[in-house]
């Protein structure tokens, strides 16, 4: 079955870098695309970032400074945040579904998520 794996969180100041990876493994990669989410506590999960063979999506609050990336031989992809601000504190998720496009998909329906990684920025 399906499983993915975040890492690569830490606590970073502002202005810091972090760069986040996940790694799918347990069927096909390329039948899946995948989004990257964050929640911090007491807010609603946020879709920060989705791939696919169409192209790289971003939120708007994380566009110019967060790049989305993938190395499909590995099976991973890594999300590289620049320029982290105390507001991008949250547990990071990565998650996939089974579908060649994540674009506008609510996140509801993506089957698989990974444990999550924690960012702080201070």
């Not at 089974?98 to 920025?121: I, R």
Request: aromatic residues 10%; negative net charge; charged residues 20%.
């Amino acid at each position: 079955h399906v499983q993915l794996v975040e890492s690569g969180g830490g606590s970073v100041q502002t202005g810091g870098s972090l760069r986040l990876s996940c790694e799918f493994s347990g069927n096909t990669y390329a039948d899946y695309c995948v989004g990257w989410f964050r929640q911090a506590p007491g807010k609603e999960r946020e879709e920060i970032a989705t791939i696919d063979p169409d192209g790289t999506r971003y939120a708007d609050s994380v566009k110019s400074r967060f790049t989305l990336s993938e190395d499909v031989a590995a099976h991973t992809t890594y999300l590289q945040m620049n320029n982290l601000k105390s507001e991008d504190s949250a547990m990071y998720y990565c998650a996939a579904r089974l579908n060649p496009s994540c674009d506008g998909v609510d996140p509801n329906n993506y089957g698989y998520w990974g444990q999550g990684t924690q960012v702080t920025v201070s």
